[in-house]
């Protein structure tokens, strides 16, 4: 059973970082492709970062240059470095995982950008 366990989220002020980590069980890690998306109240659930098993990475433009995302094979762990963070990206993110057409999602950790 694949499971995905997303930690690292919590409450900032605007222009802090946070790191969010997803530590992935169940199936090869090494060959799924991971990502993150985000969905804010109100709002459909958005793509925000993936990278590849060959560590090929794509972001959404409002995070371009701000956010990181990274993946330790012999950890299993996936994780998204949020620096100069705004209140715009108040949101929960998910961990995502997908091994061919079969996508899987972690249950969500609560990131807010706030004064």
């Known amino acids: 059973q694949v499971q995905l366990a997303e930690s690292g989220g919590g409450l900032v002020q605007p222009g802090g970082s946070l790191r969010l980590s997803c530590e992935v069980s169940?199936?090869?890690?090494?060959?799924?492709?991971m990502g993150w998306y985000r969905q804010a109240p109100g709002k459909e659930r958005e793509f925000v970062a993936s990278?590849?098993?060959?560590?090929?990475?794509t972001y959404e433009d409002s995070v371009k240059g701000r956010f990181t995302i990274s993946r330790d094979n012999a950890k299993n762990t996936v994780s998204l470095e949020m620096n100069s963070l705004k209140p715009e990206d108040t949101a929960v993110y998910y961990c995502?995982?997908?091994?061919?057409?079969?996508?899987?999602w972690g249950q969500g950790t609560q990131v807010t950008i706030s004064s």
């Open positions: 990278i590849t098993s060959f560590h090929t990475t």
């Open positions: 169940g199936n090869n890690f090494r060959v799924a492709v």
């Open positions: 995502h995982a997908r091994w061919g057409t079969n996508p899987y």
